[in-house]
C-alpha cells in the first residue's frame, strides 16, 4: 500500500461512501456511530447547525483557521488528527490566547477506509482533551474518489485573550531577544522519511506538539513578550524573513545556537536541505524585551515542549526584512525566504 | 471542458502551483497579490495566525465550520465562494445570532488556474460584504494535480447572540407552527441540471441567500423563536425528521402549502425526485408558537429573501420524529430521512 494513495478495500461496508456525505439518513448513521461517539462532548452533542458558546466574559478573542492535508496521514510521532488539533492549538497560542473551542471540518474521500476515520478522530481527541479544547462543532463532506485524497481535516479555533499586550510584529523592538523553543526540522524530515521510504538508525520523530501552556506561563509571569511565531511551513528562516519584514527591522541570528538533532541534519545533508526551512510543528519563537529574556528562558525550560530553548539572535536596526546568519565556521550570509516549494503537503 | 474535472491549461504561471503552499516566497506572493487584495479587510492584513476579535462585550457567540466541495464550481445564481459565505452565515443565523468574523480556508488543485481562484475570492469578499460579515483569517494550502477537486472551501463563523431565547430543537412544543421561507428545490435542481446539461425553458437559479436579516427582524420584533434549521442536505423532509427526533415529538405537513416551482417539479418528475428532499441554500424553517405565527409570517414577508414564508404544518405530540405529509389528492405519508446518496457534492 503506498501511502499516497488511497486504496479501495474490498468490503464497501467499511468504507466511506458518497451516501454519508448527503445530509440523509447514511450521514445520520456516521454521525452517530462514528463521529460523535470519537469527538464527544456537550456541545457538539447539540446537535445544532452552530455551537453556543458562553463564559467569553467581554475579552478579546483570538480566532484562527487551518486546513491539513498531510501525506502520509499517519507517521511517527502523530497523525492528521494530532497535527489538526496542535497545529491550531499553537496559531491561537501564538497570540498569547488560551485555547477553547475547535470546529472540525472533514473532507472525505469515497473509499476511505472506516477504521482510518476512527483512527484520525480518537487522535483529534486525544490531542483536544491534552489541551483542554472542546471541540464543539463539525461539519462532514463527501466527495467522489479521485477528487480527494483520504481526509483533509480544516480545524478553526478560538481562544480568550487574558492579557492586555499587543503581540504580534509590530511590538517587536530593536534589542530584543530572539529564544527558540528547541530543536530544528524533525516534523519534515520525519515526513519526507515516511514519503520517500527513507531508514535512520532510529527512527525521527515529529515535533507536534501543543505549545500554549509554556506559552500562557510566560504571561503569567508577567514576560512582557512583544512577539510569538510557530516555525511551521517555510520553516524558522520564513518565519523571520516574514516578521522582520512586518516590523522593519533586521536581525542576526547564531548557527551555533540553534540546535539540529544529528540524524536530521545528516539528513538534510543527504537531500540537499537546509533545516533553517525545514517544517516544524512543536517549535516556536518569542520575541521578548533584553531584559526580560533570562527570566524568559527560565520559565520555557521548566516545560517538556519547549526544554531546550535558547536565545538565537538579537533584533537591530537597518535594513527592513533582512536575517542574517553568522554560520559555525564564522561566515555571515543573508537568509531568504523559501523561494519554491521545498516540501509540499507537510501540514 | 467539463465542469467536473481541473484542466491543466497551457501556461503553467497561470495557474496554482504546488509551490504556492509551502510557506516560501511564491505563497507570500500568492497571499500578497492575490488573495489579500481580494478580501482586504483590516485583520485580515494584520497578518497574524489568528485574528484578534474584540468588541463581543460578553455575550454568548455562535460558532460554526462548513466545507464546501460543490461541482461545478460556478453555477446559475452563485458559485462555491457565494455559497461558503451565504452557508455559514446561514449556519449563524439558525441560532439567531448575528454573523460578524469568518475564517477562509482553502484546498487548492494545483493546476488551477488564478482567474477561477480571483473570481471564486471575488464573490466570497461580495457576499461577506452584502452580510456584514468580516473576513478575518485564512490559510491555504495545496494538494498536487489529481488529489483534489480545483478548489475546496472552508468557512468557519462567528456571531453574536443578542437574544436571551435558547433557540432549538428542545424548545420545539405541541402546537407550534411550523413557516417554511420559500420554494423549495432549486439550488439542488440548477446544481443536477448543470452537472447532466439539462436544458429548461428558462434558466433555474440557485436559491443561494443569507438569511440572517429578517431573523433577526423575527427576534427584534420579540418573536419567541423556537426553532431555526436551514434546508440544505437532505432537504426540509431530513430538517423535520432530525429535528422531531430531536425534540420527541411529530409533526403533519400540507404539501398544498409547500411551494416549489413548475420547472423544478417538472425537473423532479423527469429526474424521479422528491423536492422535499432536494437542497436549498437560501430556506429555513422557524417554528414559532402559534399565537405568533401571524406575527412571524408578515414580517418574513416584508424581506425579499423570505417573500413567500407561509405556514406548512403544525408540532403534534405522538410518536417521536415521524413526520407526516398530508398531500395535495387527500392521502397521508410517513416522510423518512434521505436514505442515501441523492445528490453528492450539492454543496
Known amino acids: 500500500m503506498s501511502a499516497f494513495s488511497c486504496p479501495l478495500p474490498a468490503d464497501p461496508a467499511d468504507t466511506v461512501q458518497l451516501g454519508h456525505g448527503s445530509g440523509g439518513l447514511l450521514m445520520h448513521r456516521l454521525l452517530e456511530e462514528t463521529i460523535l461517539p470519537a469527538l464527544d462532548?456537550?456541545?457538539?452533542?447539540?446537535?445544532?447547525?452552530?455551537?453556543?458558546?458562553?463564559?467569553?466574559?467581554?475579552?478579546?478573542?483570538?480566532?484562527?483557521?487551518?486546513?491539513?492535508?498531510?501525506?502520509?496521514?499517519?507517521?511517527?510521532?502523530?497523525?492528521?488528527?494530532?497535527?489538526?488539533?496542535?497545529?491550531?492549538?499553537?496559531?491561537?497560542?501564538?497570540?498569547?490566547?488560551?485555547?477553547?473551542?475547535?470546529?472540525?471540518?472533514?473532507?472525505l474521500e469515497e473509499g476511505l477506509p472506516m477504521d482510518e476515520l476512527r483512527r484520525t478522530l480518537a487522535s483529534m481527541k486525544a490531542a483536544a482533551d491534552a489541551a483542554g479544547v472542546a471541540l464543539v462543532t463539525g461539519d462532514t463532506k463527501v466527495?467522489?474518489?479521485?477528487?480527494?485524497?483520504?481526509?483533509?481535516?480544516?480545524?478553526?479555533?478560538?481562544?480568550?485573550?487574558?492579557?492586555?499586550?499587543?503581540?504580534?510584529?509590530?511590538?517587536?523592538?530593536?534589542?530584543?531577544?530572539?529564544?527558540?523553543?528547541?530543536?530544528?526540522?524533525?516534523?519534515?524530515?520525519?515526513?519526507?522519511?515516511?514519503?520517500?521510504?527513507?531508514?535512520?538508525?532510529?527512527?525521527?520523530?515529529?515535533?507536534?506538539?501543543?505549545?500554549?501552556?509554556?506559552?500562557?506561563?510566560?504571561?503569567?509571569?508577567?514576560?512582557?513578550?512583544?512577539?510569538?511565531?510557530?516555525?511551521?511551513?517555510?520553516?524558522?528562516?520564513?518565519?523571520?524573513?516574514?516578521?522582520?519584514?512586518?516590523?522593519?527591522?533586521?536581525?542576526?541570528?547564531?548557527?551555533?545556537?540553534?540546535?539540529?538533532e544529528p540524524q536530521v541534519r545528516g539528513a538534510c545533508e543527504l537531500l540537499g536541505l537546509d533545516p533553517l526551512y525545514v517544517a516544524n510543528e512543536g517549535r516556536m519563537i518569542a520575541i521578548v524585551p533584553e531584559d526580560a529574556a533570562a527570566n524568559a528562558l527560565e520559565i520555557l525550560a521548566s516545560f517538556p515542549e519547549t526544554a531546550d530553548a535558547r536565545a538565537i539572535g538579537t533584533i537591530k536596526e537597518g535594513v527592513s526584512g533582512q536575517v542574517v546568519l553568522a554560520s559555525t565556521v564564522g561566515t555571515r550570509r543573508i537568509v531568504d525566504m523559501l523561494p519554491g516549494d521545498q516540501l509540499p503537503r507537510i501540514c
Chains 1, 2 share one sequence.
Open 41 to 107: 462532548n456537550r456541545l457538539l452533542r447539540q446537535g445544532h447547525d452552530s455551537a453556543v458558546l458562553d463564559g467569553t466574559t467581554g475579552k478579546r478573542l483570538a480566532f484562527t483557521t487551518d486546513s491539513y492535508v498531510v501525506r502520509p496521514r499517519f507517521f511517527p510521532g502523530g497523525d492528521i488528527g494530532t497535527l489538526a488539533v496542535n497545529g491550531t492549538v499553537n496559531d491561537l497560542a501564538m497570540a498569547g490566547a488560551r485555547p477553547r473551542w475547535m470546529s472540525v471540518g472533514l473532507i
Open 143 to 260: 466527495v467522489d474518489h479521485g477528487h480527494g485524497d483520504g481526509i483533509f481535516i480544516n480545524t478553526s479555533g478560538i481562544g480568550v485573550i487574558e492579557h492586555d499586550l499587543a503581540i504580534g510584529a509590530g511590538a517587536i523592538r530593536p534589542g530584543d531577544v530572539i529564544l527558540l523553543s528547541g530543536d530544528l526540522g524533525r516534523h519534515g524530515i520525519c515526513i519526507l522519511a515516511e514519503r520517500e521510504g527513507l531508514a535512520f538508525e532510529t527512527t525521527i520523530e515529529s515535533d507536534t506538539a501543543a505549545l500554549h501552556t509554556p506559552v500562557l506561563a510566560l504571561l503569567d509571569a508577567g514576560v512582557p513578550v512583544h512577539c510569538l511565531r510557530d516555525l511551521t511551513r517555510g520553516g524558522l528562516a520564513s518565519a523571520l524573513v516574514e516578521l522582520m519584514l512586518a516590523s522593519g527591522h533586521s536581525t542576526e541570528i547564531r548557527e551555533r545556537d540553534i540546535p539540529v
